[in-house]
């Protein structure tokens, strides 16, 4: 069982940079990969960047350029660097670590909020 505590949300001008903290409780080493997910009001919750276990990172479109995601294996902390922040990166933030098709877990969620 890990459990996944994120930390770093919080309100920020338009502009502005956010770096958000997964805190693991177990080892995320084995994990597949770490990932960061989104989910605004009424909207469907998406993925906005992964990284596996070999360091190789994936982002969503909307936040290329702008978004970098790094894991700390030894700190089992997986980190969210956020910069040029919009209004539409308000969302909840969630953290989570992916084993396997049947095997995946998830914090409880960091909000961002983007407003001048």
């Known amino acids: 069982q890990v459990q996944l505590v994120e930390s770093g949300g919080g309100l920020v001008q338009p502009g502005g940079s956010l770096r958000l903290s997964c805190a693991a409780s177990?080892?995320?080493?084995?994990?597949?990969?770490m990932d960061w997910y989104r989910q605004a009001p009424g909207k469907e919750r998406e993925l906005v960047a992964t990284?596996?276990?070999?360091?190789?990172?994936n982002y969503a479109d909307s936040v290329k350029g702008r978004f970098t995601i790094s894991r700390d294996n030894v700190k089992n902390t997986v980190y969210l660097q956020m910069n040029s922040l919009k209004p539409e990166d308000t969302a909840v933030y969630y953290c989570?670590?992916?084993?396997?098709?049947?095997?995946?877990?998830w914090g409880q969620g960091t909000q961002v909020t983007v407003s001048s």
């Open positions: 990284i596996t276990r070999n360091g190789n990172t």
């Open positions: 989570s670590a992916y084993y396997s098709a049947v095997r995946r877990y």
């Open positions: 177990g080892s995320i080493f084995s994990s597949n990969s």
